[in-house]
């Protein structure tokens, strides 16, 4: 079946250092998506990502989607702590259900 | 006012009891879901239902038992807990499949269950 990893698991930054999560799947995705968890949270959408080669930026965040729809990443310039979290892409292709990655769980030294 | 709300948000309980959560969703949303977190953080789907019809079903043991009543409410039911049941349990509706454009999912705040 549809498989997603997602490095790296963890990644420890001080404040003001960038952050990259990287998102691989194992098939041709339609479309992805990305997510925010917050300690004791719940996952919220960040953005969907659906052409090949598609860029999005949000503020200090930028979405890529690869040009071969299998891979993904999410790049955070100049952390804060409000960044903290755990960053999930989840991806999905016709037919078949939104499977999530690992996660990527950023802690950020003030 | 919350968009995607499920019930109770902690459950603790023994071993071999049955146990409800609830979830509702006020976004007139078709499609509902289930899904579990373990420990570990790894967010794995249980169930959708789409306008009250099962359309995913995992491979989940046949002691959960999804149900729902109309497109605003699924409830999962556990019978038989086990320690291994133990995990957060996420509720979320999407206005339509996630593969479509739409497809965004809307968590609850989720359901912290302990099986001692």
């Known amino acids: 079946g549809q498989q997603v990893m997602q490095i790296p698991q963890y990644q420890h930054v001080q404040e003001g250092e960038d952050f990259t999560t990287y998102c691989n799947s194992s098939?041709?995705?339609?479309?992805i998506q990305w997510y925010k968890q917050r300690p004791g949270g719940h996952p919220v959408f960040l953005i969907q990502?659906?052409?090949?080669?598609e860029v999005k930026k949000q503020k200090r965040l930028t979405f890529q989607f690869g040009e071969a729809k299998k891979n993904s990443s999410l790049h955070i310039t100049a952390t804060q702590t409000t960044d903290v979290g755990t960053y999930f892409c989840?991806?999905?292709?016709?037919?078949?259900?939104?499977?999530f990655g690992g996660g990527t769980r950023l802690m950020v030294k003030p | 006012d919350t968009a995607v709300s499920q019930t109770p948000k902690y459950l603790v309980t023994q071993m071999g009891n049955d146990k409800s959560i609830k979830c509702e969703q006020n976004?007139?949303?078709?499609?509902m879901y289930w899904y579990k977190q373990d420990s570990k953080k790894f967010l794995k789907i249980m169930f959708s239902?789409?306008?009250?019809?099962?359309?995913i079903n995992e491979t989940v043991p046949n002691r959960f038992s999804p149900k729902s009543p109309d497109k605003a409410h699924l409830n999962l039911h556990i019978n038989s807990l086990e320690l291994g049941d133990s995990a957060v349990y996420f509720c979320?509706?999407?206005?339509?499949?996630?593969?479509?454009?739409?497809?965004?999912?809307?968590f609850g705040e989720g359901s912290r269950l302990t099986v001692l």
């Open positions: 979320a509706s999407s206005k339509g499949l996630a593969e479509i454009l739409d497809g965004e999912l809307f």
């Open positions: 098939t041709t995705l339609s479309n």
């Open positions: 990502l659906v052409k090949s080669g």
């Open positions: 989840a991806g999905s292709n016709a037919g078949n259900m939104l499977t």
């Open positions: 976004l007139g949303h078709d499609t």
């Open positions: 239902y789409n306008n009250k019809e099962l359309i």
